[in-house]
Nanobody, 121 residues
Framework: QVQLVESGGGSVQTGGSLRLSCAAS????????MGWYRQAPGKQRELVAK???????SYADPVKGRFTISRDDIKKTVSLQMYSLTPEDTSVYSC???????????????WGQGTQVTVSS
């Protein structure tokens, strides 16, 4: 059974930091692009950050310079370190795993259940 389990969400004030983690089981993460999406109420889901199997990263413009994605394929974990959070970052953040060998994560094969991040002003 494949599972992506997120942890680390919570409530912080503007300017605060959070670290999200995603633990994968039942799949090999090494051959997949891994990423984090977020969706705020009334808004479309957006890809926040992704990381390829060889460690190349890319970020959505609103989070560049503030968020860092990393992966540990031995532990099968993907993390998202978030700094300088603002109320606009308030969303449900979900971990996603791409299909094996596919160089993007536009259509993830697997999703986590999501974790709430709330940033207050």
């Amino acid at each position: 059974q494949v599972q992506l389990v997120e942890s680390g969400g919570g409530s912080v004030q503007t300017g605060g930091s959070l670290r999200l983690s995603c633990a994968a089981s039942g799949i090999s993460t090494r051959i997949r692009v891994m990423g984090w999406y977020r969706q705020a109420p009334g808004k479309q889901r957006e890809l926040v950050a992704k990381i390829t199997g060889d460690g190349r990263t890319s970020y959505a413009d609103p989070v560049k310079g503030r968020f860092t994605i990393s992966r540990d394929d031995i532990k099968k974990t993907v993390s998202l370190q978030m700094y300088s959070l603002t109320p606009e970052d308030t969303s449900v953040y979900s971990c996603a795993a791409g299909a094996p060998g596919v160089p993007d994560i536009k259509n993830p094969s697997y999703w986590g259940q999501g974790t709430q991040v709330t940033v207050s002003s």
